[in-house]
C-alpha cells in the first residue's frame, strides 16, 4: 500500500468513526424519547391533572405530585435566580478583575457542577436537622442552590455583552452607576438573563437527588411548605421502583411529562438567546 | 461591610463609570454604595455555599471519622448492625463506573465534536449540537427508569451473552465479564453514565475545536493534509488543554450521578472483579440509606462518604478549571 492509499484509507476510517460516534449520540435520545412517548403517552389524561396520587391498586393521578413540583420550581427559581443575577451583576460590573471576582467566578463554576446529592446533604444539615423535619422550604433552598450558579454564570456572560460605550453614554448623561446598571445594562440584558433563569429552571425541574433529603414527598394533596412536600421526581422514584403496575403506569406518564416540559423549556430558551445575539 | 464600602478601595470599575469621573458623587452616592453593597452580598453568597457545603460534611463526618480513622477509606465492611462502616466498596464503584463512562464516553465526543466543527455541513451544525445538548437536559431519574425497564433487559439479551461469549476465555479481560448477565450492574451503569456524560465533553471539545485559528486549519489543509490530520496532528495539539479539561469536567459528572445509577448498579456492598455484578457508588449509597439511617455512626457515615466524594469532585473539577483557564490565557496571548 502507498503512503497515500494509507492516508486515505486512515482519513476514511477516522471520519466514518467520528460519524458513527455523532450517530451513536443521537440514537440514545430518539430511544429515550421513543419509550417515554410509548409507555407515557397512553396514560396521559385528565385523571392525571385533577386526582391525588393513590394507594396502591387504586385510581388516581398525579394532581398533588405536580403542583407540588411547580410550587417548588417557582419558589427555588424565585429564591434561587435574583441571588444569581445580583451575584452576576457583581461579577460583571464591579468584580471584572478584582480578587474576589475571580474567586467567585471559580468557586461558582464550581458549584456549577457539583453533584446535586451534596447540595441535599447540605441543605439536610442547614435546615433539616435544625427544624427537626423534612420541609418544601428545604426542598426549595435546595433547588435555589442549583439555580443560583446558572443564573450567575449566563447574567455575567450577557452582561458583558453589552458594550461599555452605552454604560459611558448614560453616565455622562449624569445617571448614577447603579442607575446606569439597573436602567441601561439590565434592559439590554434581558432577553439574555431570562434565558440564563429558564436554563436554571429547566434544570431543576426534574432534580430527583436533593429533593429526597429535604422536601421528601407526600401522598396527599398539600400547599403547606412547613411539612413534607409532594414532588413529581420523588413520585416517578418510588412509582417506578414499586412492584405494582398502575403505580409504574403513573410514573411513565410522569416522567413523559417532566421530559417533554424540559425539553420544551430548553428549546424555548434556546430560541431566546438567538434573539438575543442577533 | 460600610467599612469596606467607604473606603476607596476600586474593584476596577467599568472605564468611565461615575466614580471615574469623580463627578456624580452627591446624586447617587447612596444608591451605589447600598447596589454595589448589595451585589457583593450575593456574590459572597456563592462563596459561603460552597464552604457551607465542605463544613457541613466535615462537622457531620466527624464522629465516624474518629470512630474508624483513615481505616473507613481501607475497609470494605459495611454492617448497619454491628456498626461497622468502611468506604471502599462504594469508593470502588464510582471510579470503576466513571472511568467506563470515561473509556466509552470520551472517544464517541471526541467523534461528535469532530462532526460539528470540521464535517457537518452548516446547515447541520446547529440542529446535530442541540440535539446532544438536549440529551444533556434529560433529567437522571429518565435515564434511570429507561435504563433499569427498557436498556438492562435488552442488555442482559444481547450484549452481555455476546461479551461473555467472546472475551470470557481471555485471561484477564475474562474475568470482567464473568457472570449471570442480568442486565443491571457495573457495566450498566457505567454505560448509561457514558451517554450522560457526552453531552457535556462534547460541547467543550467542540467549543475548543473552535478556538482554532482558520488560518492555522487552511495552512494544513494547503500543504495537503487530509481532514483526519488536520485534526489529528493540528487541532488536537492545539487544543489539548481543553479537551482535556473538559473531560475531567466530564468525569466531575459521573463521579457524582446519583439516579440514574441509583436504578441500574443493583446496590450491593461488594466488591467483585466481574463488571457484571451489582455494586455500589457513594451517590446511589447516599440515596438509598440516608433516610433510613437510625443511628448516630451510621449516619455521619453516611455524611463522611459524602466527603469523600465532595473532595474527590473537588480536586477533579478544580482541576478542569484550571485546565480549561490555561487554554483561555492562551488564546488572549495569541490574538
Known amino acids: 500500500m502507498t503512503l497515500y492509499s494509507r492516508r486515505r484509507v486512515v482519513n476514511h476510517v477516522?471520519?466514518?468513526?467520528?460519524?458513527?460516534?455523532?450517530?451513536?449520540?443521537?440514537?440514545?435520545?430518539?430511544?429515550?424519547?421513543?419509550?417515554?412517548?410509548?409507555n407515557g403517552l397512553r396514560w396521559i389524561g385528565p385523571r392525571l391533572f385533577l386526582e391525588s396520587t393513590p394507594p396502591p391498586g387504586a385510581n388516581g393521578g398525579l394532581a398533588?405530585?405536580?403542583?407540588?413540583s411547580v410550587i417548588l420550581t417557582v419558589v427555588g427559581v424565585g429564591i434561587g435566580a435574583p441571588a444569581g443575577i445580583l451575584a452576576g451583576t457583581y461579577l460583571a460590573e464591579?468584580?471584572?478583575?478584582?480578587?474576589?471576582?475571580?474567586?467567585?467566578?471559580?468557586?461558582?463554576?464550581?458549584?456549577?457542577?457539583?453533584?446535586?446529592?451534596?447540595?441535599g446533604v447540605f441543605v439536610y444539615g442547614l435546615i433539616v436537622l435544625r427544624v427537626g423535619h423534612f420541609s418544601g422550604w428545604a426542598g426549595a433552598v435546595a433547588l435555589a442552590l442549583i439555580v443560583m450558579p446558572v443564573v450567575v454564570r449566563t447574567t455575567e456572560n450577557m452582561m458583558r455583552l453589552v458594550p461599555d460605550s452605552l454604560r459611558e453614554a448614560a453616565a455622562a448623561l449624569g445617571a448614577p452607576s447603579w442607575k446606569v446598571t439597573v436602567v441601561i445594562v439590565y434592559r439590554s440584558a434581558l432577553p439574555g438573563i431570562l434565558t440564563g433563569v429558564l436554563l436554571g429552571m429547566a434544570r431543576v425541574s426534574g432534580?430527583?437527588?436533593?429533593?429526597?433529603?429535604?422536601?421528601?414527598?407526600?401522598?396527599?394533596?398539600?400547599?403547606?411548605m412547613s411539612r413534607p412536600f409532594p414532588n413529581l421526581p420523588a413520585v416517578i422514584f418510588q412509582f417506578a421502583m414499586s412492584p405494582y403496575e398502575d403505580w409504574q403506569h403513573l410514573a411513565w406518564a410522569g416522567a413523559l411529562l417532566i421530559t417533554v416540559t424540559i425539553l420544551g423549556i430548553n428549546i424555548a430558551a434556546r430560541a431566546l438567546i438567538k434573539r438575543a445575539k442577533t | 461591610m460600610s467599612s469596606a464600602a467607604a473606603t476607596p478601595v476600586r474593584e476596577g470599575a467599568p472605564p468611565g463609570s461615575p466614580e471615574d469621573t469623580g463627578v456624580g458623587v452627591q446624586s447617587g452616592a447612596v444608591g451605589d454604595r447600598v447596589f454595589r453593597g448589595v451585589t457583593r452580598f450575593f456574590a459572597a453568597v456563592v462563596l459561603l455555599s460552597v464552604f457551607g457545603m465542605l463544613v457541613t460534611l466535615l462537622v457531620g463526618s466527624l464522629p465516624a471519622l474518629k470512630a474508624f480513622g483513615f481505616g473507613f477509606l481501607a475497609s470494605k465492611e459495611w454492617n448497619p448492625v454491628t456498626e461497622q462502616f468502611g468506604a471502599l466498596a462504594p469508593l470502588f464503584g464510582t471510579v470503576v463506573t466513571s472511568v467506563i463512562a470515561l473509556l466509552v464516553g470520551v472517544p464517541v465526543s471526541f467523534g461528535i465534536a469532530l462532526v460539528i466543527t470540521e464535517l457537518a455541513p452548516t446547515w447541520l451544525k446547529r440542529p446535530v449540537g442541540v440535539a446532544i445538548e438536549l440529551l444533556a437536559a434529560i433529567p437522571s431519574i429518565i435515564y434511570g427508569m429507561w435504563g433499569l425497564f427498557v436498556f438492562a433487559p435488552v442488555f442482559?439479551?444481547?450484549?452481555?451473552?455476546?461479551?461473555?461469549?467472546?472475551?470470557?476465555?481471555?485471561?484477564?479481560?475474562?474475568?470482567?465479564?464473568?457472570?449471570?448477565?442480568?442486565?443491571?450492574?457495573?457495566?450498566?451503569?457505567g454505560l448509561i453514565l457514558s451517554i450522560m456524560t457526552i453531552p457535556f465533553m462534547a460541547a467543550v471539545m467542540r467549543d475548543v475545536f473552535e478556538t482554532v485559528p482558520a488560518s492555522l486549519r487552511e495552512s494544513a489543509y494547503a500543504l495537503g493534509c487530509t481532514t483526519w490530520e488536520v485534526v489529528w496532528r493540528v487541532i488536537l495539539p492545539f487544543t489539548r488543554v481543553g479537551v482535556f479539561g473538559g473531560v475531567m469536567l466530564g468525569l466531575g459528572r459521573a463521579l457524582g450521578e446519583t439516579m440514574a445509577v441509583t436504578f441500574v448498579i443493583g446496590n450491593a456492598h461488594d466488591?467483585?472483579?466481574?463488571?457484571?455484578?451489582?455494586?455500589?457508588?457513594?451517590?446511589s449509597t447516599l440515596a438509598n440509606e440516608f433516610t433510613e439511617a437510625t443511628t448516630p455512626l451510621y449516619t455521619s457515615s453516611l455524611l463522611a462518604l459524602g466527603l469523600v466524594l465532595f473532595v474527590l469532585t473537588l480536586i477533579v473539577l478544580i482541576a478542569a478549571r484550571l485546565l480549561l483557564m490555561k487554554m483561555k490565557a492562551r488564546e488572549g496571548v495569541r490574538t
Open chain 2, 156 to 189: 442482559a439479551s444481547t450484549l452481555q451473552p455476546w461479551l461473555t461469549d467472546h472475551l470470557g476465555a481471555w485471561p484477564v479481560v475474562g474475568m470482567l465479564v464473568e457472570g449471570p448477565p442480568m442486565g443491571i450492574g457495573m457495566l450498566t451503569a
Open chain 1, 94 to 119: 464591579f468584580g471584572r478583575s478584582s480578587r474576589l471576582g475571580a474567586v467567585v467566578r471559580f468557586v461558582n463554576d464550581i458549584l456549577l457542577s457539583a453533584p446535586s446529592i451534596i447540595i
Open chain 1, 64 to 68: 398533588n405530585a405536580i403542583v407540588g
Open chain 2, 271 to 283: 466488591i467483585h472483579a466481574s463488571l457484571f455484578m451489582p455494586g455500589n457508588t457513594i451517590s
Open chain 1, 14 to 38: 477516522g471520519l466514518t468513526l467520528s460519524i458513527l460516534a455523532t450517530l451513536f449520540g443521537l440514537f440514545w435520545l430518539v430511544w429515550l424519547l421513543w419509550t417515554l412517548f410509548s
Open chain 1, 207 to 224: 432534580e430527583t437527588a436533593p429533593l429526597l433529603f429535604t422536601a421528601l414527598n407526600n401522598q396527599f394533596w398539600s400547599t403547606d
